[in-house]
T-cell receptor
Framework: NAGVMQNPRHLVRRRGQEARLRCSPM?????VYWYRQLPEEGLKFMVY????????ESGMPKERFSAEFPKEGPSILRIQQVVRGDSAAYFC????????????FGQGTRLTVV | GENVEQHPSTLSVQEGDSAVIKCTYS??????FPWYKQELGKRPQLIID?????GEKKDQRIAVTLNKTAKHFSLHITETQPEDSAVYFC???????????FGKGTMLLVSP
């Protein structure tokens, strides 16, 4: 079991470009969560997804950010028209669901907007 | 939604001392309380968790206690070592959700 896999590990984008972050959950896990961590700050919940469903996106900025978890393939967090303030570490976590809240994190994607 | 408060924000101890980090939560329906350790530049890793049907859980040098009446839970690390230095996060799920709301974190520094 390779654990939660995120790619890329590091991503540099110019202002105005799009950033696409990918997350493959642990084998057998059907729930995916995205968190953002600003430098020297805590983990801020963004969105919670199950296959083909967004369960809770209360932490997502209203504009430019979107997430999906298709039936096949990884979960994708997309940030359009990136700005400097989007620079952060984005962590994905997965859990088995079915009443289990135990969550395991990926290594994160460190996004730098220049 | 759930509100999780964690303190202290920074904790410095000498090697061999004990360290205690405390968290309070707001949603009385919360029933699962994990603790994560995040070393610099690395992912948060689950180190211990407790469910609401027990008051204490131990795993070698770390333990977690839960007081449901007061809605707080604590992480205890005994015989601290320099490799315990990291940021520790507590978390709790809001009622009806499988997401986790995290505390702001405690930076633990263990001096040799």
């Amino acid at each position: 079991n390779a654990g939660v896999m995120q790619n890329p590990r590091h991503l540099v984008r110019r202002r105005g470009q799009e950033a696409r972050l990918r997350c493959s959950p642990m084998k057998g896990h059907s729930h995916v969560y995205w968190y953002r961590q600003l430098p020297e700050e805590g983990l801020k919940f963004m969105v919670y997804l199950q296959k083909e469903n967004i369960i809770d996106e209360s932490g997502m900025p209203k504009e430019r950010f979107s997430a999906e978890f298709p039936k096949e393939g990884p979960s994708i967090l997309r940030i359009q028209q990136v700005v400097r303030g989007d620079s952060a570490a984005y962590f994905c976590a997965s859990s088995p669901g079915q009443g289990s809240t135990e969550a395991f994190f990926g290594q994160g994607t460190r996004l730098t907007v220049v | 939604g759930e509100n999780v408060e964690q303190h202290p924000s920074t904790l410095s101890v000498q090697e061999g001392d004990s360290a205690v980090i405390k968290c309070t939560y707001s949603d009385s329906a919360s029933n699962y309380f994990p603790w994560y350790k995040q070393e610099l530049g690395k992912r948060p890793q689950l180190i211990i968790d407790i469910r609401s049907n027990v008051g204490e859980k131990k795993d070698q040098r770390i333990a977690v206690t839960l007081n449901k009446t007061a809605k707080h839970f604590s992480l205890h690390i005994t015989e601290t070592q320099p490799e315990d230095s990291a940021v520790y996060f507590c978390a709790a799920p809001p009622k009806g959700y499988s997401t986790l709301t995290f505390g702001k974190g405690t930076m633990l520094l263990v001096s040799p």
